[in-house]
């Protein structure tokens, strides 16, 4: 299927590794130019290579911390008009609400809602003026059914949640689409820290606590950043034009609600 953004422009965010990697892999496999971001950039670079490799598509490595004023204007003068926003940010490390400052929830709010909501502002209008765009925000499961050890992402992502829901109703008339996609249990660096902060917790062994989690899941197993990312480059194709301000949950069936 040709999802029709070929030569278009994509910014990834946190692409150096995990799903933003996954994300940034599907869509240069697409044809889109790629600008992949993350802070570190020896792995970085690595990744671009990775994936101009497997793709041969145009990738440009920006090393800087997408969650700040400098951060985000570094990628933005290499990737001055992006076709496709893809909003990604580790997630705040786990623990109990109790032991968290404000500073705590100062810093979770500002890389998981207010980064986000700077990159989308920085770039919607051109998207409106090109007739084109798509945003996709990698948020989590826990703002659907919140994970307790997890209350910093909670707060800050569900926060970023309401706002999307307003501002994807507005920009949808010009073939903008704005989406958020809910990652459940994957198998990331993510996830295995919670899976240690949570044995720790427990005082119970690594592996026991890892199978639980593996087990307990409806597919049997942890997903994969490739069928992610796969998921990230639909909601970015020409297709995806009528999907709008919804939260798509691939998380193998492990929410159980209906809605």
């Known amino acids: 299927m040709d999802l029709g953004i070929a030569g278009k422009s994509a910014l990834v965010c946190a692409a150096s590794k995990g799903l933003g990697r996954g994300c940034a892999m599907a ?36 090393a800087a911390d997408i969650t700040t004023a400098d951060g985000q204007a570094a990628a933005l003068a290499v990737c ?25 929830w100062i810093a979770a709010v500002d890389a998981n809602m207010i980064t986000p909501i700077l990159l989308i502002k920085a ?8 007739g084109f765009g798509r945003v996709v925000n990698i948020t989590s499961t826990s703002v659907k059914a919140p994970i307790p050890i997890l209350g910093l992402s909670n707060g800050a ?17 010009h073939n903008v689409t704005i989406n958020n996609l809910l990652p459940g249990p994957f198998d990331t660096d993510r996830l295995r820290s919670t899976l240690v902060a949570t044995a720790k917790a427990q ?17 049997q197993r942890f997903g994969t950043a490739e069928e992610f990312g796969d998921a990230c480059a639909y909601l970015c194709s020409a297709q ?4 709008t301000g919804q939260n798509m949950v691939l998380d193998g069936g492990a929410y159980p609600g209906t809605l």
């Open 27 to 62: 869509l240069a496999r697409e044809g889109c130019k790629v600008t992949i971001v993350a802070r570190t950039p020896g792995p970085l670079e690595t990744t671009a290579e990775e994936i101009r490799s497997a793709t041969g598509a145009e990738v440009t490595a920006v």
């Open 80 to 104: 001055q008009a992006p076709d496709i926003l893809v909003n990604n940010a580790g997630g705040p490390p786990p623990g109990n609400f109790r032991d968290w400052e404000r500073e705590d």
């Open 123 to 130: 770039v919607v209008d051109g998207m409106i003026e090109r």
């Open 240 to 243: 995806a034009s009528y999907i």
């Open 157 to 173: 992502r569900a926060g970023l949640t309401g706002f999307i829901a307003g501002l994807a109703r507005e920009t949808v008339r």
């Open 203 to 219: 005082n119970r062994p690594l592996e026991e606590v890892t199978e639980a989690r593996r087990t307990a899941n409806p597919a």
